[in-house]
T-cell receptor, first 111, second 113 residues
Framework: GQQVMQIPQYQHVQEGEDFTTYCNSS?????IQWYKQRPGGHPVFLIQ?????EVKKQKRLTFQFGEAKKNSSLHITATQTTDVGTYFC???????????FGTGTRLKVLA | DTGVSQNPRHKITKRGQNVTFRCDPI?????LYWYRQTLGQGPEFLTY????????KSRLLSDRFSAERPKGSFSTLEIQRTEQGDSAMYLC???????????FGPGTRLTVL
């Protein structure tokens, strides 16, 4: 079936270090969204990418959508303790039009 | 408050009982989604509505699960004859239009004893 895998599953970094999570889909996606979920909270939308090869930046966060629209990445520069949480990608399968969430990457930032 | 609300926030029930959850989306949002999330996993799609029409149901949604959105506003998710495997966080989200930003509610945590 359709799968969206994220790596790594967990990442611990020292405050100030960079962090990257990768999202890989088994099928082509119409778009990709990224969400952040704090411990005990609900997912909160960060950004949406639609075009092949698209790159978007939000302050210290850089998002990329692959050329084949099957993978994406989120890069955080100089992490801060407020970046702690689980980052999920979510894509709309271009064949079924269903939302599929990735497995998530849990980020811990050590002060 | 203009966010997505869900009630109840927590529900503890005994196996075999029926439960119903409610979701109130952001008022102008025509799309409403239900997801299930277990610890350490991403949200799993269950179903979604465009206005009052239920357009898609996941195969995860057995015949014990039913969802409604009778007037295109709030939605209910009912689970009949609950099983321990139904224990999870049930999340509702709404969006304006197709495949736009989803706004999630706080979720209903279900525990089946």
């Amino acid at each position: 079936g359709q799968q969206v895998m994220q790596i790594p599953q967990y990442q611990h970094v020292q405050e100030g270090e960079d962090f990257t999570t990768y999202c890989n889909s088994s099928t082509t996606l119409s778009n990709i969204q990224w969400y952040k979920q704090r411990p005990g909270g609900h997912p909160v939308f960060l950004i949406q990418l639609v075009k092949s090869g698209e790159v978007k930046k939000q302050k210290r966060l850089t998002f990329q959508f692959g050329e084949a629209k099957k993978n994406s990445s989120l890069h955080i520069t100089a992490t801060q303790t407020t970046d702690v949480g689980t980052y999920f990608c979510a894509g709309v399968d271009s064949g079924t039009y269903k939302y599929i969430f990735g497995t998530g990457t849990r980020l811990k930032v050590l002060a | 408050d203009t966010g997505v609300s869900q009630n109840p926030r927590h529900k503890i029930t005994k196996r075999g009982q029926n439960v119903t959850f409610r979701c109130d989306p952001i008022s102008e949002h025509n799309r409403l989604y239900w997801y299930r999330q277990t610890l350490g996993q991403g949200p799993e799609f269950l179903t979604y509505f465009q206005n009052e029409a239920q357009l898609e149901k996941s195969r995860l949604l057995s015949d014990r699960f039913s969802a409604e959105r009778p007037k295109g506003s709030f939605s209910t998710l009912e689970i009949q004859r609950t099983e321990q495997g139904d224990s999870a966080m049930y999340l509702c989200a709404s969006s304006h239009g197709s495949y736009n930003e989803q706004f999630f509610g706080p979720g209903t945590r279900l525990t089946v004893l």
